[in-house]
């Protein structure tokens, strides 16, 4: 069995051991291999301990030169006398960066080997024939691990780097911290063993050299003093030995603000001069107060502790320029009070309870107040006068007073402003200011007047000053009381005695301090009316009564009612007011259907409506009758009417499938239009009967007629054994008066006797609206009009 034999070559420096790969059938070489004696560097173990050897690992360091490198070699116990054999090298990188040699079986590595880029390489070997490259032995599997070396530095991939910090924090306190990495094996020696340290920024900050935690190293860092400080860290490798590669990165620390500051005015005395016309609100000055500290922590606030007992004053914090503006609360006087002496503080809004705060500081503002020529002022802003609304003109209604309040006290005149008087009712006194009427007032029409008055100072006219003057005229009682409306009242003929007609109520255009009180009167000649009365409701009301139930529209259709209203003024003022009252007819219920006498005449229950449609259907049929008289005067045919000529209006309805044209035709009207087919029989000419019948004759009316309802059974009894009869039910009309009624006649026209002869008791016995009918027409002269 032959022996495939790989040894390898290395750096000096390395210990790499020959390994021998064998076929199937050998078995692994043991401990007690022991070299041969050529003494060339190969190894060969004894074959009796060969045996199977799959991935083996060689180790080559990675190296940067541009020479080829010896790998090993590969040897194998078949390669004996001319034998030929051919050395064969497969797997990752062989061609490319793996080369051998054929005939002798070396290995070299052709390119740069990397570690960073590729750390190990699985190869396969193998011997064939050279001329039939047939396989001799299988192939042997081995892997080259590519040994690191310090190549790399160390980088900040997240470098430059920024932070932040309290000022005034302790010797200790974290910032930040950074990180490096590197490339090289952290498993193999200390290649990727960083090591920190602070290049730059001593002494106020330091690092961790193990975890790369930048700390304060230095007490009382003030941000005031300095706000950025810029510190340099380097990244060593080698565990920071000598040989070792480094990197470096940049960390920007910025001290923040703390409110270590107090405030602090510039100046400890202000001084300021304002005229005492200086509008309330308005700026008389302003303060500052400085501090350090920056953001929320300069700002401030400030206060008057002292010397503004009158409350004058104001200060506010100008929340751009963080200055205090002081203002007027109230109006300056010159003439009161000259000067004032303010005690101003301004204080931190935030303070940091280690720092002792809140931090404050004062300063005086003395406030000098400037004489200004003022205009005159008004005893009162505002004032109200009355006066009664009969009082003359020239009647003084009231006086208004202003004066000068500077020193040198100017004279006044006082004057109306006219465009709140345009009617000139008012004057004024340009001297004293006092007001009388110029015309006479009447409260009814305006109860008050507001003017406005305007005082002026003669030395100076542009000094001017206005007060609201409002006038109330005073009521007196110049009114007499009258009804609320126009009342009209509406009577029911069959009313009851006693029932009310109409409720009245007053007004009155004055208005008396202790309210109105009205007494309601007939006038003395009503005194003893026979038909109204009137009865006091107790609230300024009354209410008109009926005396009887005797009221008739035809007897007298209207009354009237003077009625005498007084009021409780003084003087008391009167007035006559006459109610209307009309007569209607009304339901049972008494509600009011008519008031008009020509309706009484008409029908009972008939309008005015339904008796002109009345009129209009009987003469649009005496317009018709009077046409047909006129055709039939033109044409001397007979009404009976042919076959070819004869004309229907028919009505038909139908509820399942007809029969034809037999179910169009219609009843023959032709009896209805013949006199001579009352008392006869005509055969109809709408159908052929298959029987023919002999006319029958009809019974005649008496002497004295017969009963309609016997006339209409003969008819129906004929109508019903008719066989020529349609299967239909049909309409016939018979003219037909009946005998007359057994009470005679109603008419008036037929009785030569007067109202006053005729007796109509008997009326009452034909029932309730006969006896309505009686009453009408036995009206006596004894109803009286009033």
Same mark, same amino acid.
């Given at each position: 069995?032959s022996?495939?034999?790989?040894? #390898?070559?290395?750096?000096?420096?390395?210990?790499?051991?020959?390994?021998?790969?064998?076929?199937r059938?050998?078995q692994?070489?043991?401990?007690?291999?022991?070299?041969?004696?050529?003494?060339?560097?190969?190894?060969l173990?004894?074959?009796?301990?060969?045996?199977?050897?799959?991935?083996?690992?060689?180790?080559?360091?990675?190296f940067?030169g541009p020479?080829?490198?010896?790998?090993?070699?590969?040897?194998t116990?078949?390669?004996?006398?001319?034998?030929?054999?051919?050395?064969?090298?497969?797997?990752?990188?062989?061609?490319t960066?793996?080369?051998?040699n054929?005939? /002798?079986?070396?290995?070299?590595?052709?390119?740069?080997?990397?570690?960073?880029?590729?750390?190990?390489?699985?190869?396969?070997?193998?011997?064939?024939?050279?001329?039939?490259?047939?396989?001799? $032995?299988?192939?042997s599997?081995?892997?080259?691990?590519?040994?690191?070396?310090?190549?790399?530095?160390?980088?900040?991939?997240?470098?430059?780097?920024?932070?932040s910090?309290?000022?005034?924090s302790?010797?200790?306190?974290?910032v930040?911290?950074?990180?490096?990495?590197?490339?090289?094996?952290?498993?193999?020696? !200390?290649?990727a063993?960083?090591?920190?340290?602070?290049?730059?920024?001593?002494?106020?900050?330091?690092?961790?050299?193990?975890?790369?935690?930048?700390?304060?190293?230095?007490?009382?860092?003030?941000?005031?003093?300095?706000e950025?400080?810029?510190?340099?860290?380097?990244?060593?490798d080698?565990?920071?030995?000598? =040989?070792g590669?480094?990197?470096?990165?940049?960390?920007?620390?910025?001290?923040?603000?703390?409110?270590?500051?107090?405030p602090?005015?510039?100046?400890?005395?202000?001084?300021?001069?304002?005229p005492?016309?200086?509008?309330?609100?308005?700026?008389?000055?302003?303060?500052?107060? !400085?501090?350090?500290?920056?953001?929320?922590?300069?700002?401030?606030?400030?206060?008057?502790?002292?010397?503004?007992?009158?409350?004058m004053?104001?200060?506010?914090?100008?929340?751009?320029?963080q200055?205090?503006?002081?203002?007027?609360?109230?109006?300056?006087?010159?003439?009161?009070?000259?000067?004032?002496?303010?005690?101003?503080?301004?204080?931190?809004?935030?303070?940091?309870?280690s720092?002792?705060?809140?931090?404050?500081? /004062?300063?005086?503002?003395?406030?000098?107040? $400037?004489?200004?020529?003022e205009?005159?002022?008004?005893?009162?802003?505002?004032?109200?006068?009355?006066?009664n609304?009969?009082?003359?003109?020239?009647?003084?209604?009231?006086?208004?007073?202003?004066?000068?309040?500077?020193?040198?006290?100017?004279?006044?005149?006082?004057? #109306?402003?006219?465009?709140?008087?345009?009617?000139?009712?008012?004057?004024?006194n340009?001297?004293?200011?006092?007001?009388?009427?110029?015309k006479?007032?009447?409260?009814?029409?305006d109860?008050?007047?507001?003017?406005?008055?305007?005082?002026?100072?003669?030395?100076?006219?542009?000094?001017?000053?206005?007060?609201?003057v409002?006038i109330?005229?005073?009521?007196?009682?110049d009114n007499?009381?009258?009804f609320?409306?126009?009342?009209?009242?509406?009577?029911?003929e069959?009313?009851?005695? =006693?029932?009310? #007609?109409?409720?009245?109520?007053?007004?009155?255009?004055?208005?008396?301090?202790?309210?109105?009180?009205?007494?309601?009167?007939?006038?003395?000649?009503?005194?003893?009316?026979?038909?109204?009365?009137?009865?006091?409701?107790?609230?300024?009301?009354?209410s008109?009564?009926?005396?009887?139930?005797?009221?008739?529209?035809?007897?007298?259709?209207?009354?009237y009612?003077?009625?005498?209203?007084?009021?409780?003024?003084?003087?008391?003022?009167?007035?006559?007011n006459t109610?209307?009252?009309?007569?209607?007819?009304?339901?049972?219920?008494?509600?009011?259907?008519?008031?008009?006498?020509?309706?009484?005449?008409?029908?009972?229950?008939?309008?005015?409506?339904?008796?002109?449609?009345?009129?209009?259907?009987? #003469?649009?049929?005496?317009?018709?009758?009077?046409?047909?008289?006129?055709l039939?005067?033109?044409?001397?045919?007979?009404?009976?009417?042919?076959?070819?000529?004869?004309?229907?209006? !028919?009505?038909?309805?139908?509820?399942?499938?007809?029969?034809?044209?037999?179910?169009?035709?219609a009843f023959?009207?032709?009896?209805l239009?013949?006199?001579?087919?009352?008392?006869?029989?005509?055969?109809?000419?709408d159908?052929?009967?298959?029987?023919?019948?002999?006319p029958r004759?009809?019974?005649?009316?008496?002497? !004295?007629g017969?009963?309609?309802?016997?006339?209409?059974?003969?008819?129906?009894?004929?109508?019903?054994?008719?066989?020529?009869?349609?299967?239909?039910?049909?309409?016939?009309?018979y003219?037909?008066?009946?005998?007359?009624?057994?009470a =005679?006649?109603?008419?008036s026209?037929?009785t030569?006797?007067?109202?006053?002869?005729?007796?109509?008791?008997?009326?009452?016995?034909?029932?309730?609206?006969?006896?309505?009918l009686?009453?009408l027409?036995?009206?006596?002269?004894?109803?009286?009009?009033?």
């Amino acid at each position: 069995m032959s022996v495939l034999l790989v040894w #390898i070559t290395c750096f000096p420096h390395l210990f790499v051991p020959a390994v021998a790969v064998t076929s199937r059938s050998v078995q692994t070489a043991g401990a007690d291999a022991t070299p041969n004696s050529h003494g060339d560097g190969q190894v060969l173990l004894s074959r009796a301990k060969r045996g199977w050897v799959w991935n083996q690992m060689f180790v080559l360091e990675e190296f940067s030169g541009p020479d080829p490198i010896l790998v090993g070699r590969l040897h194998t116990d078949l390669d004996v006398g001319g034998k030929r054999i051919k050395y064969v090298l497969a797997g990752e990188g062989a061609g490319t960066i793996f080369a051998i040699n054929e005939m /002798t079986g070396d290995i070299h590595a052709m390119k740069r080997l990397d570690r960073e880029e590729k750390a190990e390489y699985t190869l396969t070997a193998q011997v064939t024939n050279a001329d039939t490259d047939e396989p001799l $032995e299988p192939p042997s599997e081995f892997i080259i691990k590519v040994q690191d070396i310090n190549d790399n530095p160390p980088q900040f991939t997240e470098g430059p780097y920024r932070a932040s910090v309290p000022e005034m924090s302790a010797v200790g306190t974290p910032v930040t911290r950074v990180t490096a990495s590197d490339a090289d094996d952290p498993v193999y020696g !200390n290649s990727a063993k960083l090591v920190y340290s602070i290049l730059e920024g001593q002494p106020y900050f330091s690092i961790d050299p193990n975890t790369a935690t930048v700390k304060i190293a230095l007490h009382g860092m003030d941000r005031e003093m300095r706000e950025e400080y810029l510190v340099v860290i380097q990244a060593k490798d080698m565990g920071g030995h000598m =040989g070792g590669l480094s990197g470096t990165t940049t960390v920007t620390v910025t001290l923040t603000d703390i409110n270590d500051n107090p405030p602090k005015f510039s100046k400890s005395l202000y001084e300021f001069v304002i005229p005492e016309d200086l509008a309330t609100g308005k700026a008389g000055g302003k303060v500052k107060a !400085n501090d350090r500290d920056i953001g929320e922590n300069a700002k401030s606030t400030y206060n008057i502790i002292e010397g503004d007992e009158r409350g004058m004053f104001e200060i506010s914090t100008d929340a751009q320029t963080q200055e205090g503006i002081l203002r007027l609360k109230k109006p300056l006087d010159f003439e009161s009070k000259k000067a004032f002496t303010l005690k101003v503080e301004a204080t931190n809004l935030r303070f940091e309870p280690s720092s002792g705060g809140p931090y404050k500081d /004062t300063a005086t503002v003395k406030i000098v107040v $400037e004489d200004s020529d003022e205009p005159p002022v008004f005893s009162r802003a505002a004032y109200v006068l009355e006066v009664n609304e009969n009082a003359p003109v020239n009647t003084v209604i009231g006086t208004v007073n202003a004066r000068d309040p500077d020193t040198t006290g100017s004279l006044v005149r006082y004057f #109306i402003d006219r465009h709140t008087d345009l009617e000139r009712q008012f004057n004024i006194n340009v001297d004293d200011g006092k007001i009388t009427l110029a015309k006479s007032l009447d409260r009814e029409t305006d109860m008050w007047h507001n003017i406005t008055v305007t005082a002026t100072e003669v030395r100076n006219h542009s000094q001017i000053s206005r007060a609201i003057v409002a006038i109330r005229v005073m009521d007196i009682n110049d009114n007499a009381p009258e009804f609320a409306t126009e009342y009209e009242a509406f009577l029911c003929e069959n009313g009851k005695p =006693g029932q009310v #007609i109409q409720t009245i109520s007053a007004v009155d255009k004055d208005d008396p301090i202790q309210g109105h009180y009205f007494d309601y009167r007939l006038v003395p000649e009503m005194l003893n009316n026979p038909n109204f009365t009137i009865k006091n409701n107790q609230d300024n009301s009354i209410s008109v009564l009926a005396k009887h139930d005797a009221f008739r529209r035809q007897k007298q259709e209207m009354y009237y009612l003077p009625i005498i209203v007084t009021d409780n003024g003084h003087p008391p003022l009167s007035s006559t007011n006459t109610l209307t009252v009309r007569v209607c007819g009304c339901s049972k219920e008494g509600i009011v259907q008519s008031c008009n006498v020509e309706a009484y005449v008409l029908p009972i229950g008939l309008s005015m409506g339904a008796l002109i449609a009345i009129l209009a259907c009987i #003469i649009l049929l005496l317009v018709i009758v009077v046409l047909f008289v006129t055709l039939r005067r033109n044409k001397h045919e007979p009404l009976i009417i042919k076959d070819e000529e004869d004309v229907r209006e !028919n009505i038909i309805r139908y509820d399942d499938e007809g029969g034809g044209e037999e179910d169009t035709e219609a009843f023959d009207i032709a009896t209805l239009q013949n006199p001579d087919g009352v008392n006869g029989f005509l055969p109809r000419q709408d159908i052929k009967p298959d029987l023919q019948f002999m006319p029958r004759a009809g019974q005649h009316s008496g002497p !004295n007629g017969v009963d309609v309802d016997e006339f209409i059974n003969v008819r129906l009894h004929e109508a019903d054994n008719d066989p020529t009869a349609p299967p239909y039910d049909s309409i016939q009309i018979y003219g037909y008066e009946g005998r007359g009624s057994g009470a =005679g006649s109603l008419s008036s026209l037929e009785t030569a006797s007067s109202d006053s002869d005729q007796n109509y008791e008997y009326l009452r016995e034909w029932g309730p609206r006969f006896r309505r009918l009686g009453e009408l027409y036995s009206v006596g002269e004894s109803d009286r009009e009033t």
